[in-house]
């Protein structure tokens, strides 16, 4: 085999940057050390001093990887250099060079803390030594660093707020930091070596523990609340995350459980929930909203009331639920701002239209700042109560026209007993035919006043008379013969009055009042004219035609419609028809009244 034409040029090394300290009198000797240096393949950058403040200066204004320095000069000498960079906690490797330093001296330098020594005639060996002592005081620097990070480490753990527990893969307890000894009571030696589990509180249904052990055997996190017990016996409640902690090879050794106290925040929370329980069943209607009027809490009461649920109400405000009284809302509102508080009746709507009158209590609650926050209301329905009162007034009123009727009655029957005692001495006078029929209207229309005096004093004194068998055909034809006789041509009457009506148990009296005062009530609805219809029918009610009229019940019964064209009862009054001293109510007395001027007209 034939040797190759040229031989293999070894490649040039990478040169390494060197800061080069020079503690040297010498400037020849100097420059002997810095082509050794980089001779051993560093590019060296240096500076050469020759005093304690010229070394001290240097140390100031810059960063050096190693210190050279003569063991003897004239003014200075490499021990007292030693001194000076290790009193400035500076580490730094330090070699001692030196024309001939013994053994005894050399040694006393090691033991103050040079890396190494060298004669200055043989400096063959100090580029290996530097890098050597580079090395060494990386290492140094980085086991100070790790030592340090695990100081600050330790620390941090010491004194976080949160307790922290390692333990190994079976559960065994191997460190608790000082917060969690003092949460749980144990101190770190009665923990120690431990099983977890003896902070178990006996509570936790055991799905919470099989979870656990499930997710972090896996290599997972978990998270979770736990309820445990301390070593006085006392419940308390943490937020617990426990992760894994895994070796070089990604096998899980231990784990390491940090927990949080929220004992307060669980005792709050149970105690908001019983108070929001407690206004639950409340039977007021209670709601919080905002000061901007959006309803941040709603309670069952305000359900029932309203109709809302909780879910629906909640987030909206008091206007898109139609709760607000336009007429009252802008004084209360100004009120609560004012004094805090305000109370009054409001009247309100329900989700299905339904008016409903509350009595409403509004408190002011402030934020810390003294600022508005929130309204506290409680409504309470009075709808009932406002109805009661409105029977008591009306009972009022009826008592006090029962006693305006009495009077009245009394009065009437003076007036008719001279035309009822008067008539039957007429007739034995009277022989013409016409003047018979007059006396004989004369009698009809005196017994009907007395009829309607005697109905009068019944009202007044309570008492509807004692009813009978009446034929309400006969009635209805004898007011539509008195309506077609006495009412204005332009009104036309359609009656319809059939002869199989049945009899009805009732006072004949008062059917005949109501009939024509309903007429009569009738003509003044059409002063331009226009049809006037009165019909009689026989009708039968099932059950669910009884149910849709209040009072009746599944059966026969007779029934009179009484209809015109006129203008109607306007709406606004139409539920207050049977209101005593009502303007309708007034308008059938006055009905009445003109029936009986009607009947002593005639």
Not at 48 to 59: K, S
Not at 171 to 198: C, D
Not at 360 to 374: C, H, I, K, W
Not at 570 to 599: G, Q
């Amino acid at each position: 085999m034939e040797p190759p034409a040229t031989l293999p040029i070894p490649p040039t090394p990478a040169r390494t940057t060197l800061r080069a300290l020079l503690v040297e009198d010498s400037e020849l000797d100097a420059g002997l050390l810095l082509r050794e240096l980089r001779r051993s393949g560093y590019e060296v950058t240096s500076r050469r001093v020759q005093t304690a403040a010229d070394l001290t200066t240097a140390l100031d204004e810059s960063e050096w990887d190693i210190v050279l320095s003569d063991y003897k000069m004239p003014k200075f000498n490499g021990m007292d250099a030693l001194a000076i960079i290790r009193a400035r906690g500076r580490d730094l490797p330090f070699i001692l060079v030196s024309g001939a330093v013994g053994e005894e001296t050399a040694v006393a330098a090691m033991r103050a803390g040079a890396s190494d020594y060298f004669v200055k005639g043989r400096l063959g060996t100090l580029g290996p030594a530097v890098s050597r002592e580079l090395r060494e005081a990386a290492e140094r620097r980085a086991r100070r660093e790790s030592e340090e990070q695990v100081r600050k480490l330790y620390q941090a753990v010491q004194q976080a707020p949160v307790s922290l527990m390692i333990t190994d893969a079976a559960g065994r307890i191997e460190y608790v930091n000082p917060k969690f000894a003092e949460h749980t009571g144990y101190s770190f030696a009665e923990l120690k070596g431990q099983h977890s589990r003896v902070l178990k509180s006996g509570l936790m249904p055991p799905a919470v523990f099989e979870d656990l052990w499930r997710t972090i055997l896996a290599g997972g996190e978990w998270r979770g609340e736990l309820q445990n017990r301390s070593k006085d016996g006392a419940l308390y409640w943490e937020l617990m995350s426990i992760s894994p902690i895994r070796d070089a090879q990604g096998a899980v050794t231990h784990f390491l459980a940090t927990t949080l106290d929220i004992t307060a925040q669980k005792l709050a929370d149970q105690k908001i929930r019983e108070q929001a329980a407690l206004l639950d069943i409340a039977s007021d209607a209670i709601y919080v909203r905002s000061a901007e009027g959006v309803i941040r809490f709603w309670n069952r009461g305000a359900e029932r009331l309203y109709g809302w649920t909780a879910a629906e109400a909640q987030g909206r405000t008091l206007s898109e639920l139609n709760l607000q009284e336009l007429s009252a809302e802008a004084e209360a509102g100004a009120v609560v701002a004012e004094r805090g508080f305000w109370s009054g009746e409001r009247r309100q709507m329900t989700r299905q239209g339904a008016e409903v009158m509350v009595l409403s209590r509004l408190t002011l609650v402030r934020d810390e700042g003294g600022r508005p926050a929130y309204v506290f209301a409680i409504n309470t329905d009075i709808t009932e109560k406002k109805k009661l009162e409105e029977q008591f007034l009306r009972a009022q009123r009826l008592e006090s026209l029962g006693m305006l009727a009495a009077g009245i009655a009394h009065d009437l029957n003076n007036v008719l007993a001279p035309i009822l005692m008067g008539a039957p001495m007429l007739r034995r006078l009277a022989s013409e035919p016409g003047d018979l029929r007059l006396i004989s209207t004369l009698e009809k229309c005196g017994e009907r006043g007395a009829g309607l005096v005697r109905q009068i004093l019944g009202f007044a004194h309570g008492v509807g008379g004692e009813p009978r068998p009446v034929q309400v055909k006969h009635l209805l034809r004898d007011v539509v013969e008195v309506v077609t006789e006495t009412f204005p041509k332009s009104i036309t009457i359609d009656a319809v009055v059939p002869s199989d009506l049945q009899p009805v148990l009732a006072n004949a009296t008062q059917i005949h009042q109501v009939i024509l005062n309903l007429c009569v009530n009738a003509r003044d609805a059409m002063p331009e004219g226009g049809q006037l219809r009165l019909r009689g029918e026989n009708c039968v009610l099932d059950e669910a035609g009884a149910h849709a009229i209040e009072g009746a019940r599944p059966g026969s019964w007779l029934v009179i419609h009484v209809e015109d064209s006129g203008s109607g009862i306007p709406p606004e009054i139409l539920e207050r028809i049977w209101d005593p001293f009502s303007e309708v109510w007034l308008r059938l007395v006055t009905l009445a009244a003109n029936e009986l001027a009607l009947s002593l007209v005639i």
